[in-house]
């Protein structure tokens, strides 16, 4: 004959304040992970971003607005032609062009490059493939740099402070500070490279 478990309310009633704490935790934890529009505490949502992407998309919106509407006026680099870092560079991407080899200098006949030639690289990829003539990609290709570094300096302020109201005021300080990004390499450098290096560090 089976014995009967004896009903014991005390057990029972602790088991179940135990649930209970499990469930209004389970609860507070979807809470804080909702970002939709309706979730309480969340942002304001413009275009299905929410403000702070939004406040930072309109910003690069209009420096690259501005930029674009500057640099179609020109009709080369806006740089001297003698002792000029864009004419350098030019001819960096000009060697590139002509069939050399990556790592030779395009200004001493034998000689290795002296600069680093990723960008040199990138922009002889971009005028084979498009077709347009290197003065105007040199010209365009700061809007891309532009949008880049934006973009990292976005991801560093999110990684330093790990709130996306300081991202997005670090990006747009940049935006602000340093609006205008020439197609120099040593440029790009310090606008893309160099803080895409310390975030893969952070």
């Given at each position: 004959m089976k014995s009967r478990k004896k009903h014991n309310p005390e057990k029972e009633g602790q088991k179940s304040d135990e649930e209970n704490k499990?469930?209004?935790k389970r609860t507070d934890t979807e809470t804080e992970n909702d970002t939709s529009p309706s979730a309480p505490g969340a942002s304001p949502r413009i275009?299905?971003?929410d403000a702070y992407d939004a406040l930072l998309g309109v910003v690069l919106l209009l420096v690259l607005i501005v930029y674009l509407s500057q640099i179609t006026q020109f009709h080369g680099l806006?740089?001297?032609?003698?002792?000029g870092d864009y004419y350098r560079d030019r001819g960096f991407v000009e060697n590139i062009l002509q069939g050399n080899p990556?790592?030779?200098?395009?200004f001493f006949y034998g000689e290795l490059q002296y600069y680093p030639y990723f960008l040199s690289v990138i922009l002889a990829g971009v005028v084979q493939v498009?077709?347009?003539?290197?003065?105007?990609?040199?010209?365009?290709?700061p809007l891309v740099t532009t949008v880049l570094a934006c973009l990292v300096w976005f991801l560093l302020g999110y990684e330093l402070f790990g709130e996306?109201?300081?991202?997005?005021l670090l990006g747009a300080a940049y935006l602000v500070f340093f609006p205008f990004v020439s197609p120099k390499s040593s440029d790009f450098a310090a606008?893309?490279?160099m803080p895409l290096f310390l975030l893969s560090w952070l």
């Open positions: 499990e469930i209004a275009f299905g971003l806006a740089s001297p032609v003698y002792g990556v790592w030779s200098d395009a498009t077709g347009l003539p290197l003065d105007k990609v040199m010209n365009l290709y996306k109201k300081w991202a997005v606008a893309v490279v």
